[in-house]
């Protein structure tokens, strides 16, 4: 007789699971609350769906912080180049941006959602939709509420891949907390990470530049420096960058209720070059004009160099060109978690042994960002969800003697 897996949560880390365990011959049934499958995931590529990063895998694994060395040998096993080839396996052909991020030449994840759901029907998968889970009954028993009422369902081993806690409508709603919890699981508390932080604009600059991009920048937190884009928001600032320094900034706020950043908004030329292109005569020139053609600054960012001094720029160039490389602002707080892309917090690593299973809960292995991880936008995120979710596979497969899963085969 096959194995019985059940996996709970129909989001990458379920689905990729599903289909491992499916491969080696497990009976898999999948159980979502949502009325479909995969939606964090699909508003994730709304813009593009951002796969993974095309970086050195040491590179790579540095921007998964303190979590790094835990999750080295999930992504040893699961690498960027093997996340490409299972997607060019569905029929999604992939591409390198110009930022080294990978996506589908479809730049979308409803064409590789279908494939990969169409590739699971034809495994014997099977979904049950606003499937609940709700625990377990005194039998061991798993139970879910369902529209047709209380069910209950024996499993010889169970996935859990209930997600995080950011974007709570889309179903991760860290609901699951206590029902761990009741078991003496410990939880840390959900936090938000790659969110938008919070600044007090002039209502000048507010009025005139929110919804407007920084492009080609450079932030600086605590000596951490990233490079990329932000937008400039009502509340303050959101985007790739900023993100990627979610975890120094939410640590400083919680601290000293606020945080300092520096904006170089020119990292391409030194404090030097932009002083020498400053030095030309303005002549009539106002000075926004005389630093846009000058400096090749764009209005928002002459705007925010005007906010970091509280008042005018400096008339002296290489004054300017100082506050064109480190605009001072200060952060005062962070949006939520429901305006989060990801979340940290959840289960922590010390819980799960080195197969993903819960150590107080034998046969339960835990997988994607239910647990407490975080990595910035740019493919580590997904990337790492689809590895644990691969790797809580390998250990059901193990535990249950199932055939190694050593790679997903492909059809």
Request: glycine share 12%.
């Amino acid at each position: 007789m096959p194995s019985d897996v059940t996996i709970i949560g129909a989001g990458p880390a379920g689905l990729i699971a599903a289909e491992a365990l499916a491969r080696a011959g497990a009976r898999v049934r999948l159980h979502d609350a949502m009325p479909s499958a995969g939606r964090k995931l699909l508003m994730a590529g709304r813009g593009g769906l951002n796969l993974t990063h095309s970086e050195p895998l040491e590179a790579f694994l540095s921007r998964y912080g303190e979590a790094a060395d835990w999750a080295r040998p999930h992504l040893d096993a699961f690498t960027p180049a093997d996340l490409i080839a299972w997607a060019e396996g569905l029929g999604q052909p992939t591409f390198v941006g110009s930022s080294g991020r990978v996506f589908p030449k479809a730049m979308k994840a409803s064409p590789l959602l279908r494939a990969w759901l169409g590739r699971l029907g034809e495994l014997g998968v099977t979904l049950s939709l606003r499937s609940r889970w709700t625990g377990w009954d005194a039998a061991g028993a798993l139970t879910f509420d369902t529209p047709a009422g209380p069910v209950t369902e024996t499993a010889d081993a169970t996935v859990l891949a209930l997600g995080g806690a950011s974007w709570p409508r889309l179903g991760s709603d860290g609901g699951w907390t206590g029902l761990l919890a009741e078991r003496g699981v410990e939880i840390a508390p959900f936090q938000p990470a790659n969110v938008g932080f919070n600044v007090a604009w002039s209502a000048i600059f507010k009025e005139r530049f929110a919804g407007q991009p920084l492009k080609a920048i450079a932030l600086t937190h605590a000596g951490q420096t990233v490079r990329g884009e932000s937008m400039i928001a009502g509340y303050g600032l959101e985007g790739g960058a900023i993100y990627a320094l979610s975890a120094g900034l939410r640590a400083a706020i919680a601290r000293d209720g606020k945080a300092e950043l520096s904006i170089d908004l020119h990292p391409d030329q030194s404090l030097g070059q932009l002083t020498a292109r400053l030095v030309t005569p303005q002549g009539r020139q106002s000075q926004s004009n005389h630093l846009r053609k000058a400096a090749h600054l764009s209005p928002a960012a002459i705007g925010l160099m005007r906010e970091a001094t509280g008042g005018p720029i400096p008339i002296s160039p290489r004054s300017q060109a100082a506050l064109i490389k480190a605009s001072r602002i200060t952060v005062t707080g962070m949006q939520g978690l429901e305006r989060a892309i990801s979340s940290a917090g959840g289960l922590p690593l010390a819980e799960l042994d080195a197969s993903l299973m819960l150590r107080r809960l034998p046969g339960v292995f835990a997988a994607g960002e239910m647990l407490d991880w975080e990595a910035p936008t740019g493919g580590y995120l997904l990337q790492a969800s689809l590895a644990t979710g691969l790797a809580a596979a390998r250990g059901v497969a193990a535990r249950l003697n199932l055939p190694a899963i050593d790679a997903l085969a492909q059809p």
